[in-house]
């Protein structure tokens, strides 16, 4: 069984406090990951490397309560936090001292803390990149073995990654907007590292959480070097080569996987990796094409217009100097109300009245963007159902394992209270995902993982009698 896993989840976590929603993360993934470690499995040394381009406060956080308390009763777990991030970028943007110190925190031990922050530096090549990695960038490495190298048995220590790739050269400049990228092949080479790390400190246990990254490229690339990493850290026999994620290649995948609505199935002789990527894709999307439409259509009814068509409710700001609003409504427009083509029939009309009414309500809201000053705002308001209504239903999802749950026949009472519980929270979720994929992935079109797992536990609880809980 492998020992290494990547965890593809959304919304991100590191942000997340202890009872604080941050940043657009609900639920700390790396930090609930490493309390079900210690408490479940006997792990009493956790070991965190974040590399998203934001410095992973939350989890900070966490890791500061957590070992204060092992430190006064010398007794419970024990974490590092390891981060390498831009020092400019949110939550440290707004210029406030306290984000900015706590950012440039590298404290070794004393206290029981064991935390560390790197800055990323701008870099005029690849070249400097590369020094400054070994010169700066993996030290966190000699920081993290220091923490467990004599405190800790190798079943005693879990190493988790908070992978995010909105530092990658192909984010949206939108969202690095201070200029802090890494080359691709970084998410290659710290994984690589980081197993190693794993190899020699947690008998090669090492899990990694997805946490930011928005742009195609910038998901596409960085995810297939983190994969390839994770495969590739035994002496290089697996021959990865960083040419599969080049540009060119790029490119290619992203021309041959766009919707091809309307046109004649393509005849041309494809490279047999690209070919393959193709076979295997709609296995992963958990729905049938890639022509659904974003928006999710809401189950309760718009607000009516008021006299000047605009939506009822909160009043509308100034547009978010985000590349993320200004392209929901180019790409909305686009996808779902195209002007140009056949005349349409009045419920046509109709419906695309409505649609745009929520496109509206949702661009409002799209201008509460993560990352900023106002983020926590719109983790509240995002919850409205003139925002984000009922999640548009996918395919037959993937998920195996809880049809088997399904039917089993005689499940506890508490169980399938904590089912419904579970439902409860997810429906928050997947409104609170709706909103933060509009603001920043109007481009997306099957970014409904979420939704589908939600689908999955509802029908499971339907087997179960149970729907009035829900
Ligand atoms: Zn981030």
Known sequence: MSKRAFVVIRPPGHHCGEDNPNGFCFVNDVAVGAAHAYTEHNIRYAVIFDIDLHHGNGTQAITW???????MDQAGMRIFYGSIHDILSYPCEEGKADAIKDASISIGGQYGQWIENIHLRPYQSDEQFWLDYESLYSKIFEKAAAFVENAAKGEEVMVFLSCGFDASEYESDAMSRHGSKVPTTFYHRFT????????????GRIVSVMEGGYSDRALTSGAMAHVCGLVDSDGGKFNVDPDWWSFENLLMLEKYTQKRKGRPARTTFLAPWLQRTLDILPLFSGAPSTSQVLIPPSRKRDPPPTKTGRPRGRPRKHPLPLAGSSSISSTTTTTTTSSKGPKRTLPERQAAASSKRRRLDITAHAQDAPDSATGQQAIGQSTQPSVVGEPIEQGEAQTAGLESVASTSSVPRDLRLAFAEEIRKL????????????????????????????????????????????
């Open 65 to 71: 309560e957590i070992n204060h308390d092992t430190h």
């Open 192 to 203: 690589r590292d980081a197993c190693k790390f794993a190899d020699r400190f947690s008998n």
């Open 427 to 470: 429906k928050k979720l997947e409104e609170n995902i709706a909103a933060f994929q509009v603001a920043y992935r109007p481009d997306l079109q099957n970014p409904h993982i979420n939704w589908v797992r939600t689908q999955r536990l509802k029908e499971v609880l339907q087997s179960w009698e149970m729907d009035g809980l829900t």
